[in-house]
Antibody, heavy 119, light 113 residues
């Protein structure tokens, strides 16, 4: 069974940093591209970052470009999101999502981790 | 970037009645391989999103056959033949043709009357 478990969320002050993790199991992690998607309280879904299976291709949304760094460790079956210069508008639940092998869509999502940016 | 627009944003439905959600894209999502790169997700209350329909019309594993996806190009529809209480939540369409960046619709909140 595919499992994606995010961790690392919490309360951080504006301008601070946080590193999120996503532990993957139940599939060959190194064979799949991965993404981060966030959801502000009461709002819709916003894709923010993509990383290919070998980390050779990385794309970030304009809203977070320059402030986030996505990475992965295939030996540890883990995905990461380093977030810097955090703002109040970054407050959201952050989900990791796995790309399907059949098309460019997300076939599995984690349960999410909440990041709150507030003083 | 491709913009996705859903309607309606709120959908009250009586159990046993059908429901329909529209999703329009600012550019055609029809790939040269013949597939539409349009997917539907359901986020039930307090849960993470789950895949319902992929590549326009294919039900994901475990999705009841009362759910169906249709359309092509820029106009797509998610239909529920007979709404059940467990179908409550927010439905999102998403395009994967020119992605990343992926783009989602605003979401349609289905509630039971």
């Amino acid at each position: 069974e595919v499992q994606l478990v995010e961790s690392g969320g919490g309360l951080v002050q504006p301008g601070g940093s946080l590193r999120l993790s996503c532990a993957a199991s139940g599939f060959t992690f190194s064979s799949y591209s991965m993404n981060w998607v966030r959801q502000a309280p009461g709002k819709g879904l916003e894709w923010i970052s993509y990383i290919s299976k070998t980390s050779s291709n990385i794309y970030d949304a304009d809203s977070v470009k320059g402030r986030i760094t996505v990475s992965r460790d295939n030996a540890k079956n883990s995905l990461y999101l380093q977030m810097n210069s955090l703002r109040a508008e970054d407050t959201a639940v952050y989900y990791c999502a796995k790309i399907s092998s059949w098309g460019n869509y997300f076939d599995h999502w984690g349960q999410g981790t909440l990041v709150t940016v507030s003083s | 970037d491709i913009v996705m627009t859903q309607s309606p944003l709120s959908l009250p439905v009586t159990p046993g009645e059908p429901a329909s959600i529209s999703c329009r894209s600012s550019q055609s999502l029809l790939h040269s391989n013949g597939y539409n790169f349009l997917d539907w997700y359901l986020q039930k209350p307090g849960q993470s999103p789950q895949l319902l329909i992929y590549l326009g019309s294919n039900r994901a594993s475990g999705v009841p056959d009362r759910f169906s996806g249709g359309g092509s190009g820029t106009d797509f529809t998610l239909k529920i033949s007979r709404v059940e209480a467990e179908d409550v939540g927010v439905y999102y369409c998403m395009q994967g043709l020119e992605a990343p960046p992926y783009s989602f619709g605003q979401g349609t909140r289905l509630e039971i009357k």
